[in-house]
Each structure stands twice: as C-alpha cells, then as structure tokens.
C-alpha cells in the first residue's frame, strides 16, 4: 500500500520545479516503461499492477529499481493519465551536454523556442523514426521531462538524447551545415539537404534573427496550392527528415 508521503512526491513530479530540485521525472504505461531498461535512462522505482509484473517478472531487478505492487486505485492517485495503463516508473534525469555531440553522429535537430509538449514528443519520436539520435534544444524550449511530452514520445525518449543549451553559441561552435526552416527558403525538394543541423522554430514566431544569422541554407515546404498558413513544427520536422534522407 502506498503511503501519503509516495503519493504526494510522485504527483509533485507533475512540476518542472519539483523535477528540476530533484531531478526525476515520470515515465507511464508498458509502452514507455518496458523500453526503459536498454537505455542510459535509470529507473529509480517501478509502480505497477501485479498483472504487468508477473508479465515482466525480472526485467527490471537486474538494474537494482525499487518494484513496488499497486492496486488499481493507487495507480489512478500517481497517474498523470485520464486512462492509468499498467505501470508508472519513477526515473533520474540524466545528465546531458552538446559536448558529446559528434560531428560524425550524423543530422541534428535544432529547436529554437518549442512550448508544445505535444510537439516536442512527436519531434522526438519522428526523429527516431529516421535514425537522428541528437535534439538540441534553446534553453525556453518546453521541459522534455514534462509528463505530456514523454508520454507523446510513445517510447522514443529512451532512444534519443534531448540537450538544453545556449543555442546561438551551439551552432556558432559547430561545423555542420546549418538549415534553417523559413517561410522565404529555397524549396526543400530543390535544395536537396544532407547531413547537418536542422533548425525548427517557435510554434508562432519561427526562428528568432540571432539563430537564423547561423544558418548556411534557409529552406522550406511549398504549400501545394492549400490554404493553410503555415504546418505544425512537428510536421515540418517530418517532411524535412523525410526529404533529407533520401539525400
């Protein structure tokens, strides 16, 4: 039975706050959870139904996490879900800097100001999708360990290392090609972009002028003659990942 004191630091985890002071952060549902142990994410405890831990019985004793067996309404108390799904692991947030980024990793995603959780986890499951392992983040991008964000990830954020950092210093110190995604870019199916550091920008207000000034291509997604004003920050990340793959 969970005590009062593990159900209110759990749901305190809701908050960047609490997340940053104590650096964890809640991953839920078998999905998510069950990626968790072949990453360099560790779990701190697992809170699940006995249902899911028989299911994966000595999947998680190996990297010495706290199990702890749950009833369906415990479950529903620490939950970030309007539907629980089976299991909710507590995790340390790991540490993470631009240094280990190679130049010889391949593409890099840079996000300049995404506020959207929904975004952010769809941009880094997309990302997985087609093999770029690095997101550098500017430093008012949306927490990556906020629940809504590693729940859109469906998994992904095991898999891929998201950084927070002084954007503008990060690609003036790189080598790779810079493409910036503009409204008055060269056409993306013209341009034909390779290996380098993607850049998307704020939801509403695009990349900000001291970001842009780093960028060796500006590029963008013709419209095919519709009527809306401009695509999702994840979208575009989809179409331009597409296109630069086959480069």
């Known amino acids: 039975m969970l005590s ?34 072949g990453s360099d994410i560790q ?19 190996y990297i010495k996490a706290e199990i702890n067996r749950v009833t369906s309404k ?15 692991a507590v995790c340390h947030i790991p540490e993470r800097d ?7 990793d391949g593409s890099v995603i840079a996000l300049d100001g995404i506020r959207d959780p929904g975004n ?4 880094i499951r997309t990302a997985d999708w087609f093999g770029v392992r ?9 927490d990556v360990y906020n629940p809504k964000v590693v729940q859109a990830t469906m998994g992904s954020i095991s898999r891929i290392k998201v950084y927070y950092a002084n954007l503008d210093e990060y690609l ?24 380098g550091i993607y ?29 809306a004003e401009s695509l999702n920050a994840a979208v575009a990340t989809g179409v331009i990942l597409a296109v630069a793959s086959r480069s």
Not at 120 to 123: A, N, V
Not at 134 to 142: G, K, L, R, T
Not at 172 to 195: C, F, H, N, Q, R
Not at 211 to 219: G, N
């Open 74 to 88: 415990e479950l529903e108390r620490i939950s970030n879900l309007s539907t629980p799904n089976k299991v909710l």
């Open 199 to 227: 850049v998307i920008g704020n939801e509403s207000k695009g990349i900000r002028p001291e970001i842009l000034q780093h960028a060796s291509h500006k590029i963008s997604i013709p419209s095919s003659e519709g009527g």
């Open 120 to 123: 952010l986890g769809t941009i």
């Open 43 to 61: 779990v701190k405890a697992v809170y699940a139904l006995e249902e899911w831990l028989e299911e994966n019985q000595g999947k998680f004793e």
């Open 98 to 104: 631009t240094e280990e980024i190679s130049d010889e």
């Open 172 to 195: 003036a110190e790189s080598k790779l090609p810079v493409y910036a995604t503009v409204m008055e870019g060269s056409s993306i199916w013209d341009a034909k972009p390779g290996k």
């Open 134 to 142: 690095h997101i550098v983040c500017s430093e008012d991008c949306v």
């Open 4 to 37: 009062h004191n593990q159900i209110k630091f759990i749901q305190s985890l809701k908050q960047i706050k609490f997340r940053k002071e104590l650096g964890l952060f809640v991953a839920e549902g078998p999905k998510i959870v069950e990626e968790l142990p």
